[in-house]
């Protein structure tokens, strides 16, 4: 830690709060820091979730917006827990997710069943959320749309150094038909990340039973994440953080190298549709 105790979502509920007084007043952050009595730091460390504004606080400022009564009360229920070292959100929350990810210097993640988010195909990921049948189709366009638009931080000429751990199970689980299986292949040999398979071989060492991501910063503290179709779990805790390193470290080596994983993928990607599914894989 250095000294910035923000969390994913102080950052969220700051930014939100910036996003409110540009909406409904015409003020800058030194204007509204004077008409407050605050030092302009104030009102930017609040708005960027870097300090905990006391409730008195955040009824002036919302006030000062012309927020009403019911809006304030909301948002001091969600602001309460903003600097928790865990927190949980319903998943249909993205924001919180989005600026969390996207300001990461260092991105690695694991999935035992599917492909990682930031590498999927629009085809794969829409016949993800269609095979779960649990979701309307208006809510799949929605988490498709947001989940193709969250790719462009690894288009960035300063993107995040990405490592994505992916089970061979997750390799050979048909999504959608052979054709999109083989295109999503394909899509993970991009040079925008590192990908590095485990191989079933290595029997429960590498049969975890969630998903792991682990954001990592320059200048604050790193973040765990996993999520399931009921809650996305955010934590900040010392050693919930080093619970996730552990996890990693023990991926990292069971897992194939780059060069070996790039290899079994392209392998798929490149054999009749017929053996996605139905063969083992064989490193040359």
């Known amino acids: 830690m250095n000294g910035d105790p923000s969390t994913p979502y102080s950052r969220d509920l700051g930014d939100e709060?910036?996003?409110?007084?540009?909406?409904?007043?015409?003020?800058?952050?030194?204007?509204?820091?004077r008409m407050l009595g605050w030092d302009p730091g104030k009102v930017s460390n609040i708005e960027h979730?870097?300090?905990?504004?006391?409730e008195i606080d955040i009824v002036q400022y919302l006030g000062r917006c012309g927020r009403p009564q019911s809006f304030?009360?909301?948002?001091?229920?969600?602001?309460?827990?903003?600097?928790?070292?865990?927190?949980?959100q319903v998943p249909t929350n993205l924001r919180t997710v989005t600026m969390a990810?996207?300001?990461?210097?260092?991105?690695t993640s694991f999935s035992m069943t599917s492909l990682p988010g930031l590498a999927q195909t629009k085809d794969y990921a829409c016949a993800l959320f269609q095979a779960r049948g649990t979701t309307a189709p208006e809510v799949i366009e929605r988490e498709?749309?947001?989940?193709?638009?969250?790719?462009?931080?690894?288009?960035?000429?300063?993107?995040?150094t990405a490592t994505f751990y992916v089970h061979e199970y997750a390799l050979r689980l048909k999504v959608g038909s052979d054709k999109v299986m083989e295109e999503q292949l394909k899509r993970l040999l991009f040079r925008t990340?590192?990908?590095?398979v485990v191989p079933e071989s290595v029997g429960a060492a590498g049969a975890l039973n969630a998903e792991y991501?682990?954001?990592?910063?320059?200048?604050?503290?790193?973040?765990?994440?996993?999520?399931?179709?009921?809650a996305q779990v955010f934590v900040q805790d010392l050693a919930g953080i080093r619970h996730c390193k552990a996890i990693f470290a023990v991926l990292d080596r069971n897992a194939l190298d780059e060069e070996q994983s790039r290899l079994m993928v392209a392998?798929?990607?490149s054999r009749s549709r017929e053996d996605l599914s139905g063969r083992r894989l064989h490193l040359a």
Do not use: C
């Open 193 to 196: 990340h590192v990908i590095r």
């Open 267 to 269: 392998d798929l990607a």
């Open 213 to 230: 991501q682990l954001w990592e910063y320059e200048k604050r503290g790193s973040v765990a994440y996993t999520e399931s179709d009921l």
């Open 144 to 160: 498709v749309r947001f989940r193709m638009e969250r790719q462009a931080i690894l288009l960035r000429p300063n993107r995040p």
């Open 17 to 33: 709060l910036r996003q409110v007084r540009e909406r409904f007043t015409t003020f800058r952050g030194r204007k509204i820091a």
């Open 49 to 54: 979730g870097k300090v905990r504004a006391s």
């Open 72 to 88: 304030i009360e909301d948002f001091l229920d969600r602001y309460r827990s903003a600097f928790d070292p865990y927190f949980v």
């Open 101 to 107: 990810e996207s300001s990461a210097d260092k991105i």
